[in-house]
T-cell receptor, first 114, second 114 residues
Framework: DAGVIQSPRHEVTEMGQEVTLRCKPI?????LFWYRQTMMRGLELLIYFNNNVPIDDSGMPEDRFSAKMPNASFSTLKIQPSEPRDSAVYFC????????????FGAGSRLTVL | QKEVEQDPGPLSVPEGAIVSLNCTYS??????FMWYRQYSRKGPELLMYTYSSGNKEDGRFTAQVDKSSKYISLFIRDSQPSDSATYLCAMSDYNAGNNRKLIWGLGTSLAVNP
């Protein structure tokens, strides 16, 4: 398996623009997580899905953030409108129950909002 | 006070040294303890996984959990330059319920000098 695939790897955009990050989890994994990582706050869980259903989105900062998982092999995280404080590395991770604490992370999407 | 505290370092050691990395936590309900390693510009990868108290050894790596002191450690023997990375501790009180949230430390940056 190719692992968790994220795109784009790097994104530079201007404040106010829409940003869409994409993730393909490992085939057969039934949990998918979106994390954000910054130097100051470390890894923050934004949202996670189980069998394509959002389970906990309490970490989503505000209404500007939304996430979808239309099928078992694809998820998106959208920021609209983007702000400079959204600049961070966004990671997607997947896991297989019952070992759901064992996360396999993608390489991340580095977002810079100017 | 954060639920999980981890000294960010940086920690710099000579090749061959024994390295000790630590995290303290406040939630006595945590049962699952993990160490993830993150190389620069990469996603975290699972290094060690322990349940409850005790030690676990894997090659040059030993993970220790002391639940009475709410303290976990990762020891690296005969450290190598390839061990240079950020080490993140993570923990969970996951049980048969639906809590898939890991609580993360900020990570300790380690440099092993040849």
């Amino acid at each position: 398996d190719a692992g968790v695939i994220q795109s784009p790897r790097h994104e530079v955009t201007e404040m106010g623009q829409e940003v869409t990050l994409r993730c393909k989890p490992i085939s057969g994994h039934d949990y998918l997580f979106w994390y954000r990582q910054t130097m100051m706050r470390g890894l923050e869980l934004l949202i996670y899905f189980n069998n394509n259903v959002p389970i906990d989105d309490s970490g989503m900062p505000e209404d500007r953030f939304s996430a979808k998982m239309p099928n078992a092999s694809f998820s998106t995280l959208k920021i609209q409108p983007s702000e400079p404080r959204d600049s961070a590395v966004y990671f997607c991770a997947s896991s297989l129950a019952p070992g759901a604490n064992v996360l396999t992370f993608g390489a991340g999407s580095r977002l810079t909002v100017l | 006070q954060k639920e999980v505290e981890q000294d960010p370092g940086p920690l710099s050691v000579p090749e061959g040294a024994i390295v000790s990395l630590n995290c303290t936590y406040s939630n006595s309900a945590f049962q699952y303890f993990m160490w993830y390693r993150q190389y620069s510009r990469k996603g975290p990868e699972l290094l060690m996984y322990t349940y409850s108290s005790g030690n676990k050894e894997d090659g040059r790596f030993t993970a220790q959990v002391d639940k009475s002191s709410k303290y976990i450690s990762l020891f690296i023997r005969d450290s190598q330059p390839s061990d240079s990375a950020t080490y993140l501790c993570a923990m969970s009180d996951y049980n048969a319920g639906n809590n898939r949230k890991l609580i993360w430390g900020l990570g300790t940056s380690l440099a092993v000098n040849p």
